[in-house]
């Protein structure tokens, strides 16, 4: 999470209640998290429809293992599960790039068209890396609302940690009706962005 900076939301009393004991976690570009304990934070937002765009999308997914479920909400802030492990990017400098993640962000873009997402694309920080390899989302974003049919950013930030090629080798061999597809358009993208 990114630095904070100063800014004053009216909560509703319920919030106000469970922030009396809750314990700061971090904070980023749309708002501020906090632990709660049993397993549970707070995320509290600075923008109400940014909010309810990420509670939208949370509340479509409730039933996927990919996303953290939701308790409680109001209009700025969001109660949900505690999401564990370690950041994607900060993940793969310490401990490098394996077959079992690979395949879990496989299996979790697959898991975005089969939720009906028109955009197909997370960001390597926006995903943690579990004990078992297993790949969680911490802030979903415009999947509904924006279009992408491929895992841009993610592969793009895979190519920064130099593990894109391991990636889509990966995908040429488990999930190779996309290879082709991926493989040009990032290709295509990241020497456009080469000046």
């Known amino acids: 999470m990114g630095k904070r900076e100063g800014y004053y939301i ?22 501020i998290v906090y632990s709660l304990g049993d397993n549970k934070v707070i995320k509290i937002f600075k923008n109400r429809y940014v909010c309810k765009n990420e509670y939208d999308i949370l509340k479509k997914t409730a039933k996927s293992r990919y996303f953290p479920k939701v308790y409680l909400h109001g209009d700025y802030y969001i109660v949900r599960s505690y999401v564990s492990g370690e950041r994607l990017d900060y993940y793969i400098k310490k401990h490098g790039f394996n077959r079992e993640i690979a395949i879990d962000i496989i299996q979790l873009i697959k898991e975005f068209k089969k939720l009906g997402f ?4 997370i960001r390597c920080k926006d995903l943690y890396v579990d004990g078992d390899f ?3 989302v911490i802030d979903p974003k415009n999947n509904y609302s924006r279009s992408c049919d491929y895992p841009r950013h993610l592969m793009k930030g895979l190519g920064k ?5 391991d990636f889509l080798e990966i995908v040429k061999k488990e999930y190779n009706e996309n290879y082709k597809k991926w493989n040009f358009k990032i290709r295509r993208y990241l020497k456009k962005g080469i000046k």
Not at 10 to 31: K, Q, S, T, V
Not at 118 to 121: I, S, V, W
């Open 118 to 121: 028109t955009k197909l694309d």
């Open 10 to 31: 009216e909560l509703d009393e319920i919030a106000e209640n469970m922030l009396r004991d809750a314990n700061f976690i971090g904070c980023g570009h749309n708002g």
């Open 134 to 136: 297993s790949i969680k």
């Open 161 to 165: 940690l130099g593990v894109l090629d």
